[in-house]
Structure formats: structure tokens, C-alpha cells
């Protein structure tokens, strides 16, 4: 008689899961895990950080697999996103980003400074200015 194989989920090997911030119990709440994200930009010479679950992050990661850069994935909780904003935006300054829009997910660092949103990521490779990037910032080798 054959058995049904059990089912396990599991954390695509590109993706990093953590929260932003993990509070300690006994400190009355002080920060642990301070400047996580800081360490993962500076650890990768692409990384995307955006929404759990959110559609435009899959949208970004598979651009840039398509171009041959394996982007580390960051998916930041709901209830932690204001908190991974102010860190992200300490990080990453203005950046890319427009100045009315304010800070959006995804996110994408390159070279550790903000590249941009999906709209600037799109828009660099459609006018072929995305892959000299991320040559420059050791994403790409050919």
C-alpha cells in the first residue's frame, strides 16, 4: 500500500524572511535585531524588500532573474512595514524615489544605495540602462 508524501512548506532559498525588529521580553522591549536590513543591503549587491505576499516584488524578482542577477528577497510583515520604512528610509535616503510619492514598496537597493520602486526598475531596463547598473555594482559579471 503506498503512503501519501507529507506536505511541507518551506522558504524559497531566495527569499529572507525576518522582521524588521524582534523585541525582547525581559528589556521592556528594547530593540534586538537592530539593523538587520542595514547589514542585508550592504551583504548583497541586490536586494528587493517589499510587502509579504505582495504581487509587484514577484513582478521585480523575475526582471531581474530574467537578467541574470539572483536579487535577495526581504518580505517585511504588515504590521512591522511602518517600522521597516523609517529603517529603510535611514538606509536609503531619497534615493530614487520620487519626492511626492514618499518611500514605496518593493524597495530595490543596489550597490547598497536605493535604486528605486518597480516604475524606475522598468524603466531603466526598457531604455538599457539597467544592466550597465548592475554590472557596475557586481550584480552581473558578463
Not at 531566495?14 to 523585541?23: D, F, G, L, S
Not at 537592530?34 to 505576499?53: H, Y
Not at 539572483?70 to 511602518?82: H, S, T
Request: aromatic share 6%.
Amino acid at each position: 500500500m503506498q503512503q501519501a508524501i507529507s506536505y511541507k512548506s518551506w522558504t524559497p532559498i531566495h527569499t529572507v524572511n525576518r522582521t524588521p525588529t524582534a523585541r525582547a521580553p525581559s528589556d521592556g522591549g528594547e530593540e534586538v535585531v537592530k539593523g538587520s536590513m542595514e547589514e542585508a543591503v550592504k551583504d548583497n549587491a541586490v536586494i528587493v524588500f517589499g510587502r509579504n505576499g505582495c504581487c509587484m516584488n514577484h513582478v521585480v524578482k523575475r526582471l531581474l532573474l530574467g537578467l541574470g542577477v539572483n536579487p535577495a528577497v526581504y518580505e517585511v510583515e504588515e504590521a512591522d512595514e511602518a517600522q521597516a520604512v523609517v529603517e529603510l528610509q535611514g538606509i536609503g535616503g531619497d534615493g530614487g524615489a520620487e519626492g511626492d510619492q514618499g518611500f514605496q514598496f518593493p524597495a530595490v537597493f543596489i550597490g547598497g544605495k536605493l535604486f528605486g520602486g518597480l516604475d524606475r526598475v522598468m524603466a531603466t531596463h526598457i531604455t538599457g540602462e539597467l544592466v550597465p547598473i548592475l554590472k557596475e555594482a557586481g550584480a552581473l559579471w558578463l
